[in-house]
C-alpha cells in the first residue's frame, strides 16, 4: 500500500469512527405523538421522516429549518419548505405537516418548533426526531436541554445508511468529514455553553478527530 493509500485508508476509518459515534442506533419500533425533521442540505433526511409518517409512526409531521449557511443559495426557499415538498410528493397529506421555517441551527429548530406549537395549542408529549446520521446525538443532546418540558418522550433516527452509503453528490465526502469534525468539538464544548446536555466521548473517537483535524479537516469547527 502506498503513503497515498494507507492516509486515505486512515482518513476513511477515523471518519467512520465519527459517524458511528454521532448515531445513537435506535431501533424505531413505537408510535410518537409526532415526527419532527431537523431539515439541512441532505433531503434524504425528509424522505426518512415522511417514510416514518407514512408508516403510522406519528399524527403529525414537523419540519423545522430557515435557510443556514449550509443551504443559502442551494435551496431557493426555507429548508421546512422544501422538505415538505418532499413529503407531499411522497403522499404526506398537506394537513399532517407543520413548518417552522425560520430556524438556522439546531437549538433554534428546538426553540421555535416548541413555540410554535404552544400557538398552535398542540401539546406533544413524544418525539421521533429526525436528523442527518452524523447530527443524531447532537440533536439529542440539544432537545434535552433546550426543550422546555423535560418529561417530554425522544427517540432519535436518521436515513439508514452506513459510512460508505451516505456521501453522494449532495453530500461529498469532505464536506461531511469536516461537519462530523466540527460537531464532535461542539458535543465537547457545549455543555459548558448551556447548549446541550453532556455527552461521554471515548478517548479513541477524540483520537480519531484530532487525526482529521490534523489533516485538514476543520472547515466547521466553532
Not at 415538505?84 to 398537506?94: H, L, S
Not at 429548530?109 to 410554535?116: S, V
Amino acid at each position: 500500500m502506498s503513503a497515498d493509500s494507507a492516509t486515505e485508508a486512515g482518513v476513511q476509518q477515523d471518519a467512520e469512527t465519527l459517524y458511528e459515534y454521532h448515531q445513537l442506533h435506535t431501533d424505531i419500533n413505537e408510535k410518537a405523538d409526532a415526527i419532527f425533521c431537523l431539515c439541512s442540505l441532505d433531503t434524504r433526511v425528509a424522505e426518512r421522516a415522511a417514510q416514518l409518517f407514512l408508516a403510522g409512526f406519528g399524527d403529525h409531521l414537523i419540519f423545522s429549518g430557515g435557510s443556514g449557511k449550509l443551504t443559502h443559495g442551494r435551496f431557493d426557499k426555507p429548508e421546512a419548505e422544501v422538505f415538505a415538498d418532499i413529503a407531499r410528493r411522497m403522499g404526506v397529506p398537506g394537513t399532517k405537516l407543520i413548518i417552522e421555517p425560520r430556524s438556522t441551527n439546531t437549538g433554534e429548530n428546538i426553540r421555535f418548533t416548541y413555540a410554535l406549537l404552544q400557538e398552535k395549542r398542540l401539546y406533544i408529549n413524544s418525539f421521533i426526531l429526525v436528523q442527518k446520521p452524523y447530527m443524531e446525538r447532537r440533536t439529542f443532546a440539544t432537545f434535552k436541554k433546550q426543550w422546555p418540558d423535560p418529561t417530554t418522550q425522544i427517540l432519535v433516527t436518521s436515513p439508514q445508511l452506513t459510512w460508505k452509503e451516505y456521501p453522494n453528490e449532495d453530500n461529498p465526502v469532505g464536506l461531511v468529514i469536516n461537519i462530523a469534525v466540527g460537531d464532535l468539538i461542539r458535543i465537547r464544548e457545549y455543555p459548558a455553553k448551556g447548549f446541550q446536555i453532556p455527552q461521554e466521548i471515548p478517548d479513541r473517537v477524540w483520537a480519531a478527530a484530532e487525526r482529521l483535524i490534523q489533516r485538514g479537516y476543520n472547515s466547521h469547527l466553532p
